[in-house]
């Protein structure tokens, strides 16, 4: 934490005028539409891949910055734009940092260029966590991977849900139980690379949502879905050591899937501080125009403090943010689950600031010809996913405590 500055570089503030000059000229002014239409926007995905935004290399430049903190301020940039087209564009993503979390450097070198594709042949990637009983829990999972000892192949079958970009992905990254006691929970799960045009892999239903809508969520049904050995990522060894650990003692946090949260929580919580911070800028501006008993509505206190509220709380929000991603690049450990602080309090006060906005501009807050109410939609499901706000205060809880809170 010595090092940590908030201080960014002339490389990093480069970076972040190039993103957010994308989001306000090519992501802001589409947003109504796609959020209409509620369909993956391809168009927007091309661009992005046209000029290097979507793509491993830009990723991985944003991974690479020594602070930690260009990947999650780029979040933020591309959520203010609007936030299902950000999911749209950093779904893949999700599946690259479960691909960095929990595989070899081999398999880091083969799949992760491979989740975003290049200009022409555009890649979408899926990270398949998710099942109607293992949701929070994820020691409920029923997905199974059962070895073939012979072939050197997994086969995988169960029914994924909630899967951004599911079924429509080129690559899947899927969590299973690679242990017949399923009691073992999450120590005998690993995440398997279904690779693209893999056989028995089909989308389920499409989910109709809320907000997001510009991003795709469907069920991923996986039916003797056969991968070879090289797919099960960080290899056999490690995940026989990480189920002898786990028939030990019973460590209920440690697997591969929660490794891979820990790491995107801070970048989830930066799209969260974008949509506040959009609607706090549209209603402040909305604010010094609008009169009322000829006075502009900014004048009264009872609109200024809501203001000066929603700014307190996104700048709290985005130091949050900045101290968790310094410390997932420091290595220095979450113990007292600072990305978890970061997502619950981004995540709600996206929810609070975006219904504040609503409020300010009236009702013109309540119609969809104004962008508010499509940013309260969205900010709900930074309560949700990514761990939902009762999941956060579990781990908070359980870190500060050393108490198992149930
Ligand atoms: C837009 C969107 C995109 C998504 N994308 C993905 C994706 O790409 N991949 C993926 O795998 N999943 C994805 N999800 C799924 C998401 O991660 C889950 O919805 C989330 O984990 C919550 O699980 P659930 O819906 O089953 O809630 P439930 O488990 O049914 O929980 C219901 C409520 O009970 C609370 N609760 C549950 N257990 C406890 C407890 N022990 N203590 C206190 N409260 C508790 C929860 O916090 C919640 O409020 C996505 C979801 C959404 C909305």
């Given at each position: ?23 306000e ?13 509620e369909e ?24 690479a910055?020594?602070t930690g ?38 398999q ?25 009983d ?16 012979a ?45 693209p ?10 989910f109709?949502?809320m ?38 003692v ?9 490794a891979?949260f820990?790491?995107t ?5 930066a799209?969260?501080?974008?949509i506040a911070?959009?609607a ?6 909305y ?11 900014i ?15 996104i ?5 949050l943010y ?12 979450l ?26 501009l ?11 109410e499509?940013?309260?939609r ?14 956060q ?9 050393g108490?198992?809170v149930q």
């Amino acid at each position: 934490m010595s090092d940590f500055s908030m201080e960014l570089n002339e490389d990093q503030l480069q970076v972040l005028r190039w993103v957010h000059d994308f989001a306000e000229n090519v992501v802001r002014p589409a947003a109504h539409e796609w959020d209409e239409r509620e369909e993956t926007p391809w168009p927007i995905i091309e661009e992005a891949a046209r000029i290097g935004l979507y793509s491993f290399d830009f990723v991985a430049n944003c991974f690479a910055d020594p602070t930690g903190l260009l990947f999650p301020l780029v979040n933020e940039e591309l959520a203010w734009g609007d936030a299902g087209i950000a999911l749209a564009l950093l779904g893949s993503t999700l599946g690259v940092a479960g691909i960095v979390a929990a595989g070899t450097p081999e398999q880091v070198a083969e799949w992760a260029p491979r989740c975003f594709g290049h200009v022409g042949g555009i890649q979408l990637t899926a990270l398949c966590v998710s099942e109607v009983d293992a949701g929070p829990d994820l020691g409920g999972m029923r997905t199974r991977a059962e070895y073939d000892a012979a072939s050197d192949t997994w086969t995988l079958n169960g029914t994924k849900t909630w899967v951004t970009n599911g079924g429509i992905a080129d690559i899947h990254l899927v969590a299973a139980s690679a242990e017949s006691d399923l009691d073992l929970g999450v120590g005998g799960q690993a995440f398997f690379i279904v690779p693209p045009k893999t056989p028995g892999l089909a989308m389920g239903r499409k989910f109709q949502k809320m907000g997001m809508r510009a991003s795709h969520t469907a069920e991923v049904v996986l039916h003797d879905v056969t991968v070879p050995g090289r797919c099960l990522l960080g290899g056999k060894d490690r995940l026989d050591e990480r189920i002898a650990r786990a028939r030990e003692v019973t460590d209920g946090n440690s697997s591969a899937t929660t490794a891979a949260f820990e790491a995107t929580r801070p970048a989830v919580a930066a799209q969260a501080v974008g949509i506040a911070r959009a609607a706090y800028e549209y209603a402040l501006d909305y604010a010094k125009q609008r009169k009322t008993f000829g006075r502009p509505i900014i004048e009264r206190q009872a609109v200024a403090f809501k203001l000066a509220d929603m700014r307190t709380r996104i700048d709290a929000s985005r130091l949050l943010y900045m101290r968790a991603a310094s410390m997932v690049m420091s290595g220095t450990a979450l113990t007292a689950a600072e990305g978890s602080m970061a997502k619950l309090f981004a995540g709600e006060t996206a929810v609070w600031v975006s219904e504040q906005a609503i409020q300010i501009l009236g009702a013109c807050g309540y119609s969809r010809e104004y962008p508010v109410e499509r940013w309260h939609r969205d900010s709900k499901a930074y309560t949700i996913f990514e761990g939902t706000s009762e999941t956060q205060r579990l781990v908070i809880a359980r870190a500060i405590s050393g108490v198992d809170v149930q």
